[in-house]
């Protein structure tokens, strides 16, 4: 390990005294910029690479992948964290993702507000609806936030850290405030009804649809390879991503 860390520590000296820099400084645009226009790319040094990338572009409807999950059911962490946000990290030119957190919750009504009983039990409750707020108020920015919360020993421990780590400038009371009072409430109703209206219903967790369809043989494969699967289904130009290829298996449920 020690042997490896240096040798690439070498091989970063060596080849920054190489470039002494030139890459790095040539332009004053963010790389997230440099296709934006001929000139900044010509100014940048990467016309040929935009014009490629620019040919390479979606052209076709991105790959719709839905998840029905639990914060604290071991088979949804390890779908998550190995599999959804890793695909969608090197697909996401191609592919949407939804997160429902719900899974096999209850929902009980009373008096305009409802209550709700997790199958993990309270924390997972919280869990669930930490990471609703997270969404609505960074949409799918979040997702770094509960990847760092689903991968961690401790999910409820991690989120403020979590939290912090990515979005400093986001205060932790104001996630509580959704946490605990009426928005979160009807966030974490909208997520019930959705999940109770999915056809067919889901028997277990992680519940996975693909453009809105769930079979065992779509079920298979996502929990078998999603990134394959995303690549196969999605009919425009490939990108040279889905060339490569991202094995792992999960295969946990938690049953209803
Ligand atoms: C890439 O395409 C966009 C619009 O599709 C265009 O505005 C931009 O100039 C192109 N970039 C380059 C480097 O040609
Ligand atoms: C994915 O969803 C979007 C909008 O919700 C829709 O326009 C698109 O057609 C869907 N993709 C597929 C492949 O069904």
């Not at 959704?178 to 056809?199: F, I, P, R």
């Not at 196969?232 to 209803?256: D, F, R």
Request: with cysteine; glycine share 8%.
């Amino acid at each position: 390990m020690f042997g490896f860390n240096l040798s690439v520590l070498f091989f970063a000296v060596v080849s920054l005294s190489k470039c002494s820099g030139r890459f790095v400084y040539s332009c004053k645009y963010p790389p997230s910029q440099w296709c934006d226009s001929a000139d900044i790319a010509a100014e940048c040094g990467v016309l040929e690479q935009c014009a490629k990338f620019n040919v390479t572009k979606p052209n076709a409807d991105k790959v719709n992948v839905s998840l029905y999950y639990e914060s604290l059911c071991p088979g949804c962490r390890g779908f998550l964290v190995m599999q959804l946000v890793p695909t969608f990290i090197m697909l996401s030119d191609i592919m949407n993702i939804d997160l429902v957190p719900y899974g096999n919750a209850q929902e009980k009504e009373d008096q305009g507000k409802y209550t709700y009983v997790c199958q993990h039990g309270e924390d997972e409750c919280l869990g669930n609806m930490i990471e609703t707020c997270l969404m609505n108020k960074l949409g799918l920015n979040a997702l770094p936030v509960i990847f760092c919360m689903e991968s961690g020993a401790d999910v409820l421990k991690a989120a403020q850290p979590c939290l912090g780590v990515y979005f400093p400038e986001v205060t932790w009371d104001s996630v509580m405030e959704c946490v605990k009072g009426d928005q979160g409430n009807k966030l974490m109703h909208e997520n019930a009804v959705k999940t109770s209206s999915l056809k067919p219903p889901h028997e277990y967790v992680p519940w996975i649809t693909i453009n809105g369809e769930h079979t065992d043989d779509l079920q298979d494969k996502a929990m078998n390879s999603l990134f394959s699967l995303v690549c196969s289904l999605y009919k425009g130009e490939k990108p040279p991503a889905c060339g490569q290829g991202l094995q792992k298996k999960t295969s946990n449920y938690c049953m209803n």
